[in-house]
């Protein structure tokens, strides 16, 4: 990437949580010490090739928002907090008109907390080549297609198939082209759930697959927050470790 592109993440934070079974937003629930939001946002403040966030909250939370992840936790990258609409699609799009003068444009969803620079980095050697990528990874399952009465209809080919994650990551000029025709031709026919669809259904945009984690995962259920801080204690661990056998087990640099 250029010195003069400018890489802005939409960041975002307005999901209801209702599947939580709490009256706590999900993104704002402890995982560890921070929130849950928090890690995806550090990780892109930490990212160098990201210039900009905009964090899409929930209506009514813009000021919290930027009281917590602006003014306490200090993400200077953050230049916009807006609030998103009723759909996910309608939030995207929210954040897409909150940029200016923008190269590319990453589009993560802050329940994701575990995104990391090696994830990022395969992202932008994709964007070099095309203008859109999502990630993901090859499904380990079997998976089956059932019909209305919940019969298998036919078992799909696992090797053709992945888990959609995010970031998924566009040429901004592309992707503001896709929303901007999907919102003028008013409700989709499809039900749009993620940004990739839109590309594909509205541009008939090639879309890269890139390999993501299978720890990269979205929390959803209290099942998956379980999960998150067993992955994050593991996390933890492994730093830990690398940094013991760096410096030596008292803490002194080793030569």
């Known amino acids: 990437m250029g010195k003069d592109m400018k890489n802005v993440a939409i960041v975002l934070a307005g999901g209801s949580g209702s599947r939580m079974k709490c009256n706590i937003r999900k993104q704002y629930l402890l995982l560890g010490d921070y929130p849950v939001l928090w890690y995806s946002l550090h990780a892109f403040q930490n990212y160098p090739l990201i210039d900009e966030i905009v ?19 200090g993400f200077s990258k953050i230049k916009t907090v807006t609030e998103g609409g009723r759909e996910r699609y309608h939030s995207v799009y929210e954040g897409l008109k909150a ?19 090696e994830i990022l980095n395969r992202v932008f050697d994709a964007l070099l080549e095309l203008p859109a990528c999502a990630v993901g990874m090859p499904v380990k399952d079997t998976i089956k297609m059932s019909d209305s009465g919940g019969f298998v209809e036919r078992t799909l080919p696992r090797e053709k198939l992945w888990m959609i994650q995010t970031p998924q990551s566009f040429s901004y000029a592309v992707i503001r082209q896709a929303y ?31 390999e993501g ?17 067993s992955l994050l204690a593991s996390y933890k661990s492994k730093n830990l470790r690398a940094y013991m056998d760096h410096t030596g087990k008292n803490g002194m640099r080793t030569v």
């Open 180 to 210: 901007d025709e999907l919102f003028r031709r008013g409700t989709p026919e499809v039900s749009v759930t993620d940004d990739a669809m839109v590309a594909e259904y509205v541009l008939n945009c090639p879309v890269k697959l890139v």
């Open 213 to 229: 984690s299978y720890g990269n995962i979205k929390i959803t259920t209290p099942e998956d927050l379980y999960l998150a801080e």
């Open 55 to 73: 964090l899409v909250c929930g209506a009514g939370e813009v000021e919290q928002c930027r009281d917590q992840f602006v003014e306490q936790y």
């Open 99 to 117: 940029i200016e003068n923008c190269d590319y444009v990453l589009i993560h969803d802050g329940a994701r907390p575990f995104i990391d620079e």
